[in-house]
């Protein structure tokens, strides 16, 4: 057997990634040379201590805050090397984020929050109507389509979150503690939902967590401790 059809072609492609923050009392060194290869479709669980530097890390990958030095490859596309036209749009057909919040746009129901990404690239209004109702039909948000997020519960409110994300079909979900904020009964049905829809989809998926059962559940779990990411067994 090849080694090539016993890997799975890797997704992102990250090496010596450097990120630190001026700050009055001097420089904080956050990310010391952090190297990683994702393959196509893999559920990757990071953990860490708090202030270890994982939202840093999904922000950098998420092109949201720039590097001070190293490479990301997502998809054959270099992340860091591209003017900010093409790094938006890379970011708008390639990666859905998820946050411990929801931040969904208030003035907007359900299904309209689950457009704008589609609306963003240029789909017709009907087009994402359709998609986006089918992706809460299935997330169980079929009586909550015209709520809210002010007129929805937290769980919902996630799930509303978790279908913007997977609307546009991205290669790359960056979910930064999603269930953080949940009760356990509900972490776990947002939990379920999301690993469900990404392995259905091949959507690749790097979800920062404090969690051990969730991340017990993921295909492989990295720690990132002292600046870099490190192989982790639970
Ligand atoms: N904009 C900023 N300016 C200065 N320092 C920052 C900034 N953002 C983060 N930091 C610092 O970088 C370090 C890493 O922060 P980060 O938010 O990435 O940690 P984390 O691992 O996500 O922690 P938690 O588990 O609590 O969410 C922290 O020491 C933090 O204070
Ligand atoms: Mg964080």
């Known amino acids: 057997?090849?080694?090539q059809t016993a890997h799975a072609a890797c997704?992102?492609?990250?090496?010596g990634l450097h990120k630190?923050?001026?700050?009055?009392?001097g420089s904080i060194s956050v990310l010391e040379g952090v190297d990683l290869e994702l393959p196509e479709g893999e559920f990757l669980a990071v953990i860490g201590e708090s202030g270890s530097g994982k939202s840093t890390l999904l922000h950098v990958l998420g092109t949201l805050e720039p590097t001070d030095a190293g490479r990301a490859v997502l998809a054959g596309l270099s992340l860091f090397d591209m003017g900010s036209k093409q790094t938006a749009r890379v970011r708008n057909r390639n990666i859905g984020f998820i946050y411990q919040a929801h931040h969904l746009i208030p003035e907007l129901d359900a299904i309209e929050n689950v457009m704008m990404p589609l609306l963003v690239r240029g789909e017709t209004r009907a087009d994402a109507m359709a998609r986006a109702?089918?992706?809460?039909?299935r997330l169980g948000l079929a009586d909550?389509?015209?709520?809210?997020?002010?007129?929805?519960?937290?769980?919902?409110?996630?799930?509303?979150?978790?279908?913007r994300a997977l609307v546009g079909k991205p290669r790359l979900i960056l979910?930064?503690?999603?269930?953080?904020?949940l009760d356990e009964?509900?972490?776990?049905?947002?939990?379920?939902?999301m690993q469900q829809l990404c392995r259905e989809e091949g959507t690749a998926v790097i979800m920062v967590t404090h969690s051990i059962r969730f991340a017990r559940k993921s295909d492989r779990v990295l720690r990132l401790h002292e600046g870099?990411?490190?192989?982790?067994?639970l």
């Open 133 to 137: 109702e089918q992706l809460l039909i």
């Open 20 to 25: 630190s923050f001026q700050a009055p009392s």
């Open 1 to 3: 057997m090849s080694t």
């Open 228 to 233: 870099k990411l490190e192989a982790f067994s």
């Open 175 to 181: 979910a930064d503690e999603p269930t953080g904020n």
């Open 185 to 193: 009964h509900t972490a776990t049905e947002v939990f379920e939902a």
């Open 144 to 163: 909550r389509l015209r709520h809210r997020p002010g007129r929805m519960s937290g769980g919902e409110a996630q799930r509303v979150a978790v279908a």
């Open 11 to 15: 997704l992102l492609e990250v090496s």
